[in-house]
């Protein structure tokens, strides 16, 4: 019987002996190169070296050792196509019949701070161009990129002698899947253009989640391989496996409390709204504070905390049913208090906000826009009442929650707490009934009012005026400005523009 022959160049040499040993055992003859060679032949292997094959040496520091016709040759030629194998046979080419290659990890160091020319040295282009000759003849070749799908291909042979065409379609597949999310990786580094003539991702499945939004809808978790982020590298301290909504939720959430880096701040999300934030000077202090801006909603939803969880606070966390709760760091028996709630999920957050775009799915296309992650340097006083310091504060403090809240968006805040938040509403009139109802509810001091969009109307400021709220931040912008503006002026209240929108769709 005539020996096959496997082409071997691997980066991650796990499981590879014994995958070798196997393959020499089933009248495989191996071929390979530097490290993965030297790697084989330690292992008491008998492989081939590949300028045997080419007959032309490794060069350039082995940029260049595959990139040869007789390698291409030998992985491209159709069997049953009688000129290939005429053209083989003239020029003394050898049939390649198994590729197995993992790619220089450039994936792991496009985040890291090494310079452009160190990261440049991570592009393998012999690894992906071999998986792409055997992968495009599938019909004969078996590519293997995986050190999981060894045991497939083992399982195969053993019982068939030979993979299945099925199999080695699937796995021709993974290459193309693979080399793409590579090269894009390798072209965001070098383009450095947030909108390049083509739009490319490149992200590595995390794991298969339990359902989508609905029990009806698949998903799964991917994460960036060109960036770093919160939702990235989290550590899981406690608690069952985290769901679609969830990971949409604590992305919310942390972006929401990452808002307040000089402060002790507290946010809780439900169904991807802030329902409560608040900050404060003690850890519990700035939960409870958040607790008490919706009691309700806060029921079987996520705590996202910019700061050290200590056993107090996680006392009080335990007396309400909760999904998750995140922070920057935990106390060992605030932990340990936790994990007695067994489905609560306790998430430790490793890495800053880091997301500079937003890509949103329509049907047939893909809508780019870069983050919203702007405040206004240039807000006015713009009626007669100027506001106390202690209002501007407020004032500032509610327009930073606004712009997580889904248009129309208004939240009623006391300066250190979103007491009242009203979103996702058709119009602008109702999303302030509803924000102002649910505060007075809670409080009876002096409440201050911020708006992600222009008032279209001064029913706005009427509506505020009767309710007893003490200022107002809008962006400014409508063709009725002035009407608003002499309405807060008849009634007293100073009001402010930002001249910068924040809608949330």
């Known amino acids: 019987m005539s020996k096959k022959r496997a082409l071997i160049s691997v980066s991650d040499k796990s499981g590879l002996v014994d995958f070798a040993k196997f393959l020499e055992a089933n009248n495989y003859e191996l071929i390979s190169t530097g490290g993965t060679f030297k790697h084989l032949k330690e292992a008491g292997l008998n492989p081939i070296q590949i300028d045997e094959v080419t007959s032309f040496p ?10 040869h016709p007789k390698v291409h040759g030998g992985l491209l030629a159709i069997r049953s196509n009688e000129d ?25 160091h496009a985040n890291t701070d090494i310079s452009l020319e160190e990261k440049v040295e991570f592009i393998d282009i012999g690894g ?36 299945t065409l099925e199999t080695r379609k699937k796995l021709a597949g993974k290459v193309f899947n693979l080399t793409s999310a590579y090269d894009a990786a390798i072209a965001q580094m070098l383009l450095e253009e947030d909108y390049p003539q083509y739009l490319n991702a490149s992200y590595q499945k995390v794991s298969d989640l339990r359902y989508g939004e609905n029990p009806h809808q698949t998903a ?105 709760v995140m922070a920057s760091d935990f106390d060992e028996d605030a932990v340990e208090l936790l994990k007695k709630k067994k489905n609560l999920r306790i998430i430790k957050i490793k890495n800053p906000v880091s997301d500079q775009q937003t890509w949103v799915k329509i049907d047939g296309g893909m809508l780019v826009q870069d983050n919203d992650n702007q405040f206004s340097e240039d807000i006015k006083t713009v009626t007669v009442f100027k506001p106390t310091a202690e209002q501007e504060k407020a004032l500032l403090f509610a327009q930073r929650v606004v712009k997580y809240v889904k248009s129309n968006a208004i939240v009623v805040s006391n300066g250190v707490q979103a007491l009242g938040i009203g979103g996702g509403q058709v119009n602008r009139i109702w999303a302030t009934e509803h924000a102002v109802e649910r505060a007075k509810l809670k409080f009876e001091g002096d409440l201050v ?20 709220i003490k200022a107002i931040i809008q962006p400014g912008g409508s063709m009725r400005d002035e009407d608003s503006i002499e309405a807060a002026n008849e009634h007293g209240i100073p009001m402010m523009f930002s001249g910068m929108r924040h809608f949330l769709h």
């Open 449 to 468: 009012l911020a708006s992600d969009a222009f008032f279209p109307f001064r029913d706005v400021v009427d509506f505020c005026a009767k309710e007893g």
């Open 220 to 324: 799964a978790y991917y994460v960036s391989t060109t960036e770093n982020g919160a939702m990235k590298d989290f550590e899981i301290l406690g608690g069952k496996e985290l769901s679609f909504n969830n990971l949409r939720d604590m992305d919310l959430c942390w972006k929401v409390v990452n808002e307040f880096k000089d402060e002790m701040a507290c946010c809780a999300v439900k169904h991807s709204t802030p329902c409560g934030v608040a900050i404060g000077t003690t850890a519990a202090e700035t939960y409870k504070k958040t607790f008490e801006c919706d009691p309700v909603s806060i029921f079987g939803g996520i705590i996202g905390m910019n700061f050290k969880v200590d056993f107090a606070t996680a006392e009080e966390l335990s007396k309400t049913f909760l999904e998750i």
């Open 58 to 67: 490794e060069m350039l520091d082995g940029r260049v050792k595959t990139l």
């Open 128 to 163: 992906p161009s071999m998986l792409r000759s055997g992968a495009k003849n599938f019909q004969s070749v078996t590519v293997i990129t995986n050190v999981e799908d060894y045991a497939v291909i083992q399982k195969q042979i053993e019982e068939n002698g030979n993979t």
């Open 84 to 108: 290939h194998m005429n053209t083989v046979t003239e020029h003394e080419i050898i049939l390649i019949d198994m590729v197995v290659v993992n790619l220089y990890p450039f994936f792991a």
